[in-house]
């Protein structure tokens, strides 16, 4: 994946696609030809939408990105009908600039100047768990990737991303269950993991009653994660 040859593979297949489509044009209805773009826009935008969220059934905010484009279509637009009314022309254009570098702005400070404070986090709290917790302890997470690379402990993933029984106790919504067959002693991750994300999965109606909070990891007040990454001490009983 890191030296883009998908991204190639799929040029070559999309290319092949369209050299097909286009022999096969003439076999087409004509009548598809005169479908409305925006018709077209909105129902992707409708497929995507129902994809992800009945299917991946997690909430993310790109599921919406595609409202970007009927708001540029619809500006387009509105412009093009308004411009021959506006006097001002110049002053309009330095006006929607200005308005267009504020949008910028604001989607910096709230989005991108602290994009990666997660992966800081989580980097954070493997420091602190190499640091503080016994030689050999055993830690699951669900976000095991970062902790796991750079913990001097065993991290046990719990997505399932790689590691086929966590993705069968997962399937199973026995992921509680898993945790305990392992015999992980400490959990480390953030809140909303465990309480909405994968609270379905977990085979115990709350998972928290077994979880003794020791360490929080926040690197800046702000931080998308809200209250921190937290470092659990997992009850045996």
């Known amino acids: 994946l890191q030296t883009g040859m998908p991204y190639l593979v799929m040029m070559v297949i999309g290319a092949a696609f369209v050299f097909w489509v286009l022999k096969k044009r003439m076999q087409i209805d004509s009548s598809l030809s005169k479908l409305n773009p925006e018709l077209v826009l909105f129902a992707g935008f409708v497929a995507c939408f129902i994809a992800n969220v009945c299917i991946r059934w997690t909430a993310r905010p790109w599921y919406f990105v595609s409202f970007g484009f009927f708001i540029a279509l619809g500006l387009v637009w509105l412009f093009d009908r308004l411009l021959p009314d506006i006097r001002y022309k110049k002053t309009s254009s330095i006006i929607m600039a200005g308005i267009i570098m504020f949008s910028f702005y604001v989607g910096w400070s709230k989005n991108l100047r602290e994009r990666y404070v997660l992966h800081r986090e989580m980097y954070a709290a493997s420091q602190w768990m190499n640091d503080n917790l016994p030689d050999g302890s055993l830690i699951g997470a669900f976000n095991s990737g970062i902790q796991g690379y ?35 002693q400490y959990m480390s991750d953030f809140d909303i993991y465990l309480s909405y994300r994968y609270k379905s999965v977990l085979d115990v109606e709350d998972i928290f009653e077994y979880l003794t909070p020791i360490n929080t990891i926040s690197i800046t007040p702000n931080s998308r994660s809200q209250d921190g990454l937290k470092v659990y001490k997992v009850l045996t009983r």
């Open 150 to 184: 750079f913990s001097e402990h065993r991290v046990v993933n719990l997505d399932g991303l790689v590691n086929n029984a966590a993705s069968e106790a997962l399937l199973a919504k026995r992921s509680w269950s898993y945790i305990k067959q392992e015999k992980i």
